[in-house]
Every structure is written in structure tokens, then in C-alpha cells.
């Protein structure tokens, strides 16, 4: 057994099923869960920083900071339901959120950061809400999935250079009908 089959046994959850149900390397899962969680609570604490430039009379930087750290506790909850413990739904949601495939978390955490940046481009607004697009970069990637290997890319390119394979050939304009010509309906009807 190997080191990351060792780790993803024990970081399993009680009745988890153990067979994986897709083909996403183990090591980018943790890195999607680390850099989430991780990068989270940095959003936190960096939002609650941008916060304090309410002082200063910058009030677009005080909602920049405040929708940071929403966004970190949204994403801490749902990639470390551990840490709030104190909230009865928590573990549901990150259960939910679990049985979604990866793109919708990909783009919930891309949209999610966006905001903060637009209301106050500081570095520390860039560096936290930059760690939470980070986190859905990295499930994006997980939703593209495995790459090819390399003799099915080679082939690929041997048969498309040797002309259109069958299933890369569009059959659009093959498949095009006559437009048929029909009369002006009556105005008198």
C-alpha cells in the first residue's frame, strides 16, 4: 500500500465508499482541500484587516474586506466542515456540496473572489481572494480530468493528420436541408 492510499484511508469518512468514482489523482484533491482551507482562513484574517480601513473613511475597501471574509467562511465550511463544528448544517452543506461534480465548485469559488478584487484592489485583497480563486483554478482543473496518454495523443494526431477521422468530422453542412419555399400567408384571413 502506498503512502497516499495509507493517507486517503485514514482522512476517509465513516461509511465512505472506498473505491474512487473518478480519475482524479489523490494528491490534487488534497491540494484542493489544503489550499481551500489554508486559504481561507487567510482570506479571513486578511478581510478582517481590510475591514479596519473603515477607519480611514474607505468604505469600498470596508465591503471588499467584508465580502472577503464571507467568501473565506463559505469555502472553510465547505472544505473543512470540522472547523465549524459550532454550526448544526454544516456538515450537510459540505456533504451536498460533495455529491457535485467538480466544475460547479470550480466556478462558485472563481465568482465568489472576484468581487472582493473589484471593490479593493489591494494586495491583501488580491493575495486572499487570489488563494480562493487558487482553490477553484485547482477544481477546475480536477473537472477537465486526466489527460491522455501519450500514445493515444500520437495516434490521434497521426489520424487526424492523415485526414478527418469519422468522429472529428462535422457533419453540419452534410446534413443541411433545403430551405423550402412557401407562399405569403393571406393578410385577409
Given at each position: 500500500m502506498s503512502i497516499?492510499?495509507?493517507l486517503a484511508a485514514i482522512m476517509r469518512k465513516p461509511g465512505q465508499d472506498t473505491a474512487?468514482?473518478?480519475?482524479?489523482?489523490w494528491w490534487m484533491k488534497y491540494a484542493g482541500r489544503g489550499l481551500g482551507t489554508v486559504g481561507?482562513?487567510?482570506?479571513?484574517?486578511?478581510?478582517?484587516?481590510?475591514?479596519?480601513?473603515?477607519?480611514?473613511?474607505?468604505?469600498?475597501c470596508f465591503l471588499g474586506g467584508l465580502w472577503q471574509m464571507v467568501a473565506g467562511f463559505?469555502?472553510?465550511?465547505?472544505?473543512?466542515?470540522?472547523?465549524?463544528?459550532?454550526?448544526?448544517?454544516v456538515q450537510n452543506l459540505s456533504d451536498?456540496?460533495?455529491?457535485?461534480?467538480?466544475?460547479?465548485?470550480a466556478a462558485a469559488y472563481c465568482v465568489l473572489a472576484l468581487p472582493a478584487i473589484f471593490?479593493?484592489?489591494?494586495?491583501g485583497t488580491i493575495f486572499g481572494?487570489?488563494?480562493?480563486?487558487?482553490?477553484?483554478?485547482?477544481?477546475?482543473?480536477?473537472?477537465?480530468?486526466?489527460?491522455?496518454?501519450?500514445?493515444?495523443?500520437?495516434?490521434?494526431?497521426?489520424t487526424d493528420s492523415q485526414g478527418m477521422s469519422s468522429n472529428t468530422k462535422s457533419t453540419l453542412v452534410q446534413n443541411a436541408q433545403p430551405m423550402g419555399v412557401s407562399e405569403r400567408p393571406d393578410s385577409n384571413v
Amino acid at each position: 500500500m502506498s503512502i497516499g492510499d495509507r493517507l486517503a484511508a485514514i482522512m476517509r469518512k465513516p461509511g465512505q465508499d472506498t473505491a474512487d468514482k473518478d480519475d482524479v489523482p489523490w494528491w490534487m484533491k488534497y491540494a484542493g482541500r489544503g489550499l481551500g482551507t489554508v486559504g481561507s482562513f487567510i482570506a479571513i484574517f486578511l478581510g478582517a484587516w481590510n475591514c479596519a480601513s473603515i477607519l480611514l473613511a474607505q468604505v469600498d475597501c470596508f465591503l471588499g474586506g467584508l465580502w472577503q471574509m464571507v467568501a473565506g467562511f463559505i469555502v472553510v465550511t465547505i472544505e473543512a466542515p470540522c472547523c465549524c463544528l459550532f454550526i448544526a448544517f454544516v456538515q450537510n452543506l459540505s456533504d451536498w456540496v460533495d455529491t457535485r461534480p467538480y466544475w460547479n465548485r470550480a466556478a462558485a469559488y472563481c465568482v465568489l473572489a472576484l468581487p472582493a478584487i473589484f471593490l479593493c484592489p489591494g494586495i491583501g485583497t488580491i493575495f486572499g481572494s487570489g488563494l480562493i480563486f487558487a482553490t477553484g483554478v485547482i477544481y477546475g482543473m480536477m473537472a477537465i480530468g486526466k489527460k491522455a496518454s501519450r500514445d493515444e495523443m500520437r495516434a490521434t494526431v497521426i489520424t487526424d493528420s492523415q485526414g478527418m477521422s469519422s468522429n472529428t468530422k462535422s457533419t453540419l453542412v452534410q446534413n443541411a436541408q433545403p430551405m423550402g419555399v412557401s407562399e405569403r400567408p393571406d393578410s385577409n384571413v
